[in-house]
């Protein structure tokens, strides 16, 4: 059963970072709660609403950026203290705006988690977590991997409150003190953690960066994962949770905002499994979401902050209420009294601008005036999706986009995006003496906040895609923002890999420090953590999210071994680090061990993409011509059943061919470059023989390529 909320907007504060708004706890069961809110310009709101309209309770002057925002107070007792992060300090206000506490961590940087229970104040910086008790140090932790959130559960089940920090490395670390308890493996980087029951339970809900949400049964010495949603619309990442009945049906539902601007609402069917109910999306991601009553009495909404500082209730309250004849007439004059007094405010905006504007003009004309350019947020992110081998780059700003410029000085594929509508121009780019091998542009339509594009790097080929972005702001200024593409850009991390496959070796051996061939990982692959880890040594696993090959890496001071059922994955990682070596005037003792099982087998693992490239491209040369003859006979009945399918599914085999330019060109590449890298550790060069390769290509079969490779 759907359930229908109506939206709302209330007021609109600064920029907003995650987790930075909060409803205060009701007086009463069915009373309306305060909100509280807080900016990137340090400024903390707190406001309520009476007939309609938003009543301010208190506003802080600006200051540092606030990062986090927690409720707390004591055991027992209401949670109306309001708690926020700036820098490295956290700071608590009362329910009407009355500052009780500075409290200054001393950490070098600032706090990005913040959890408040009791006496307790838990923060984590970039791998930092520390835990203090009425302001005194108690416990400390340095997580292998950057620090997303937290949370800390307290119920009768467990003998104490157990943290729990989300890390980048797809992995929930369970502390217990300043310990590590143990590690729960989720299937994406964490980006948010929420309890499932504020009042005290084990139960966690964890959100992706990847778009996959779950919950987790969170133990002392052990944790069990419950359920887990999976991202099969290819939604945006999780940027907040919350859990409230929503439904009205006894069990808490699952609130979740997107950074793509999507709102979910799941609940729960008879056998407890989630099922979606709502969904809305707004134009910008969502940075908090929050359950609970703030329009009107007795009617539950969702309420969200968005990013540019929107906050917006979706509530039950239903939006044309069936009144009487009687009714009619003081609503119409509550509406009217609303209207005159928005006009009343747009017309004193009127004024001021235009003063603005005149003010500006007669600076500008003075000999000594200096042009303000006008300073914006962005809020980018550049990652890697493991559905499609794609990255994802996705460039919020503030106000509207003008256009964006991308560039970049590796080969790169462009690819389409259903949800982005602006317009695309390629300009012609000699890669020879400038280095470009891409300039394009997007031209934005009116009040375009956010654009997602869609990029698909070439392993073994590295360097920098620059985005130079452009407002529609007078005078209109540009930022620059640079993305790395590194040697091995289609590698994802994981859990583990398949120790039983044909697997080659490669082994480094030299003066060299445990930070300086961690740097040189760092260099070659993502999700790396840049921070050196902590001990003598590491070990990493990989996947290729392309072909589905796999890397182990191990590595110490003096020593590096690398191993990989892909022998190109093992040619580039040598070339890379050889170059960055010889760059630090460092000797390395390189030596391999190549396994010849390992190429029929990546050829196979290549075998069954290639196949459905080349039928697909089969089917897109035909469609034309069966086109032209279905319109010259009239229809298409004379034609055999396959034909005739081909141009029932000519829209969506187009749309799909359309969506993977250069696939087939990008698999042919993998194919020749691993024919080369095989002979290459072998001393041979066979570039010569390629061209006999491609002639077995277009003339495709398994068994063909696999005989070429061995009788080569």
């Known amino acids: 059963m759907e359930i229908n909320l109506n939206r709302v907007d209330y007021i609109q504060v600064g920029v907003t970072s995650q987790k930075t708004l909060k409803l205060l706890p009701a007086l009463g069961k069915k009373a309306t709660q305060k909100v509280a809110v807080a900016d990137n310009d340090g400024i903390l709101t707190c406001f309520g609403m009476k007939k309609g309209e938003a009543v301010p309770v208190f506003k802080t002057l600006p200051g540092q950026k606030i990062s986090r925002m927690d409720l707390g107070g004591a055991a027992g007792t209401p949670q109306e203290k309001i708690f926020v992060s700036s820098g490295s300090q956290v700071r608590g206000f009362t329910k009407k705006g009355k500052q009780f506490l500075t409290f200054d961590a001393n950490l070098t940087e600032s706090i990005n988690a913040m959890h408040v229970s009791g006496a307790d104040l838990f ?241 500008s004309l003075s000999k000594t005036a200096v042009s303000v350019v006008p300073a914006f947020s962005i809020n980018d992110k550049f990652t890697l999706c493991q559905d499609d081998a794609s990255y994802s780059l996705t460039l919020e700003v503030q106000t509207a986009i003008d256009n964006l410029l991308l560039q970049s000085n590796v080969p790169i594929d462009l690819l389409d995006v259903d949800n982005n509508s602006a317009v695309v121009s390629f300009s012609e780019c000699d890669s020879e003496p400038n280095g470009n091998f891409l300039l394009a542009t997007y031209r934005c ?75 040189w990982v760092v260099f070659c692959l993502p999700e790396v953590p840049e921070k050196t880890p902590a001990g003598e040594s590491v070990t990493f696993y990989f996947l290729n999210t392309f072909l589905g090959t796999q890397l182990h890496a191990t590595y110490s001071k003096g020593e590096g071994h690398f191993k990989s059922d892909n022998i190109s994955t093992i040619s580039i990682l040598s070339d890379v680090l050889s170059k960055e070596a010889t760059k630090r005037k460092i000797n390395l003792n390189i030596s391999y061990d190549i396994n010849d099982d390992s190429v029929s087998h990546t050829l196979k693992m290549i075998h069954p993409k290639l196949e459905y490239q ?99």
């Not at 989720?186 to 960066?209: A, F, H, M, R, W």
């Not at 452009?470 to 640079?482: D, N, S, W």
């Not at 077995?696 to 068994?703: E, N, T, V």
């Open 123 to 363: 923060v984590c910086a970039s791998y930092i977590y520390n835990h203090y008790c009425d302001c005194k140090d108690q416990d400390y932790f340095l997580s292998g991997d950057k620090i997303n959130d937290i949370v800390c559960l307290s119920s009768e089940n467990l003998s104490r409150p157990v943290p729990v920090l989300a890390c980048q490395d797809r992995v929930l670390r369970v502390l217990q003190g300043s310990e590590l308890a143990y590690e729960v493996e989720v299937p994406g980087p964490p980006s948010v953690l929420e309890c499932y029951n504020k009042d005290g339970g084990e139960d966690i809900l964890y959100g992706t960066t990847d778009g996959k949400i779950g919950l987790i049964h969170i133990g002392e010495g052990s944790a069990a994962t419950k359920w887990e949603i999976d991202n099969d619309k290819k939604k945006g990442g999780i940027l907040c949770l919350d859990a409230y009945d929503i439904t009205g049906d006894g069990v808490r539902d699952v609130l979740v905002g997107r950074d793509d601007g999507t709102v979910t609402v799941y609940s729960f069917d008879s056998g407890n499994e989630p099922v979606l109910r709502f969904e809305h999306s707004l134009s910008e991601s969502v940075t908090s979401i929050q359950g609970g009553c703030v329009g009107k009495e007795s009617y539950d909404e969702i309420l969200t902050a968005t990013y540019t500082g929107w906050v917006t209730g979706l509530t039950t309250e239903p939006q044309k209420p069936e009144v009487g004849a009687g009714d009619e007439v003081r609503i119409s004059k509550e509406v009217q009294s609303k209207v005159e007094g928005l006009r009343a405010e747009l017309e004193q905006l009127q004024v001021k601008v235009q003063l603005g504007r005149e003010q500006y003009q007669q600076t």
């Open 445 to 519: 339509q009116a009040n375009t906040t956010r654009l997602e594009l869609k990029v698909r790097s070439i392993e073994g080929q590295y360097g920098t895609l620059q985005a130079y972005v452009t407002h529609r702001l007078q005078p209109k200024t540009c930022q620059v923002r640079q993305y790395h593409i590194k040697p091995l850009s289609l590698h994802q991390r994981t859990h583990s890999i398949d120790q039983d496959r044909p697997m080659n070796r490669l082994s480094l051996v030299g003066q060299f420090s445990f930070a300086e061939i961690h740097s």
């Open 614 to 712: 080349l039928v697909l491209a089969r089917k897109v040369q035909l469609i034309d011509a069966l086109k032209e003859l279905e319109l010259h006979e009239g229809n298409a009945d004379f034609l055999i059943a396959e034909y005739r399918t081909i141009l029932d599914e000519s829209a969506s085999l187009l749309e799909e061919y359309k969506r993977q330019p250069a696939h087939l060109e990008r698999l042919y590449g993998m194919i020749t470059d691993l024919f080369i890298d095989k002979f290459k550790f072998k001393g041979q060069n066979v570039k010569a023989r390629v061209s006999s390769l491609l002639e077995i290509l277009d003339g495709y079969d398994l068994k063909s390529l696999l005989d070429f490779f061995r009788e080569a």
